[in-house]
Nanobody
Framework: QVHVVESGGGLVEPGGSLKLSCAAP????????MGWYRQTPGKQRELVAA???????NYADSVKDRFTISRGSDRNTVFLQMNNLKTGDTAVYYC?????????WGQGTQVTVSS
């Protein structure tokens, strides 16, 4: 069974920063892309940021210039540096790892931005 493990969520004040980590060490085939979605109650899950095997990245418009996705040296780990956080960033953040035939998901980590 493949596990995708997230860490780094928590409570932060507006304007603050958090760094999320995601690891999928059990995936042995090539990972096509990894990244993060987020979801709030009553809303659809939305893509936050993703990084391809080519290192190409894409971001939701709402987080551009504030969030940065990067890959670890083992290429089965990704990080999401979140700066200048806003209350609207409050959500459960889910990491995914997409391979040729399927996608694996983490359990989610809560990010709360509140004063």
């Amino acid at each position: 069974q493949v596990h995708v493990v997230e860490s780094g969520g928590g409570l932060v004040e507006p304007g603050g920063s958090l760094k999320l980590s995601c690891a999928a060490p059990e995936i042995t085939e090539s990972i096509y892309s990894m990244g993060w979605y987020r979801q709030t109650p009553g809303k659809q899950r939305e893509l936050v940021a993703a990084i391809r095997d080519t290192d190409r990245t894409n971001y939701a418009d709402s987080v551009k210039d504030r969030f940065t996705i990067s890959r670890g040296s083992d290429r089965n780990t990704v990080f999401l540096q979140m700066n200048n956080l806003k209350t609207g960033d409050t959500a459960v953040y889910y990491c995914f790892a997409r391979v040729a035939m399927e996608a694996y998901w983490g359990q989610g980590t809560q990010v709360t931005v509140s004063s």
